[in-house]
């Protein structure tokens, strides 16, 4: 069965500090994984996906995550924080059937950027 | 161009009562999904439509819950009647391709749904 573990609920940085938001996964299949923000009041934006290609995927706004299967950990990066980053993060896995898109989700994670 | 749009964005309604919620995608897109996200929690999903048909309604709760897709473009969300538990942001989205698990999925803002 596929499932996401988002560690931590709420994360709390200071502008220019690193930030990471983790995601634990378990998939009975190799999993592809996505990372989607969302801003208030805004549908889901994809930051970037993992789709068994390069294990470091870069994606959009700076951020970029870490495919490391002996650790079923998909973690999003960014090297200095901005206050626009302040939103709601998602990790997802794939579905295991080819025959369907659909996405299992974890609980997300809020990350707040202090000035 | 235009992403996914869903009307209302917001919904208020009695417990016991009908509603529906409307999904439009991105012109051209033939996959759809639906996803339910209550306060808190991650989305999660209720229905895939490949083109016109139902390819998978394995996340749909129970049977007060039905979608429709009849021309392969707009979808509507249908709720019969209407439970506290069912408030939530409805969720849609859409894909270029539904089939094979690495494609994108673009979402819409949601439909709150509120059950008094």
């Known amino acids: 069965a596929q499932s996401v573990t988002q560690l931590g609920s709420h994360v709390s940085v200071s502008e220019g500090a690193l930030v990471l938001l983790r995601c634990n996964y378990s998939?009975?299949?190799?999993?592809?994984l996505f990372w989607y923000v969302q801003y208030p009041n805004q549908g889901l934006q994809l930051l970037l996906k993992y789709t068994s290609a390069a294990t470091l995927v870069k994606g959009i706004n700076g951020f970029e995550a870490e495919f490391k299967k002996s650790e079923t950990s998909f973690h999003l990066t960014k090297p200095s924080a901005h206050m626009s980053d302040a939103a709601e993060y998602f990790c997802a896995v794939s579905g295991a059937s080819s025959n369907t898109g659909k996405l299992i989700f974890g609980q997300g994670t809020t990350l707040q950027v202090k000035p | 161009g235009a992403g996914v749009s869903q009307t209302p964005s917001n919904k208020v309604t009695e417990k016991g009562k009908y509603v529906e919620l409307r999904c439009d995608p991105i012109?051209?897109?033939?996959?759809l999904y639906w996803y339910r996200q209550s306060l808190g929690q991650g989305p999660e999903f209720l229905i895939y439509f490949q083109g016109t048909g139902a390819a998978d309604d394995s996340g749909l709760p129970n049977d007060r819950f039905f979608a429709v897709r009849p021309e392969g473009s707009v979808s509507t969300l249908k709720i019969q009647r209407t439970e506290r538990g069912d408030s939530a942001v409805y969720l849609c989205a859409s894909s270029l391709q539904g089939q094979g698990r690495s494609n994108e999925q673009f979402f819409g803002p949601g439909t709150r749904l509120t059950v008094l």
């Open positions: 012109s051209g897109h033939t996959a």
């Open positions: 998939s009975s299949v190799p999993p592809y």
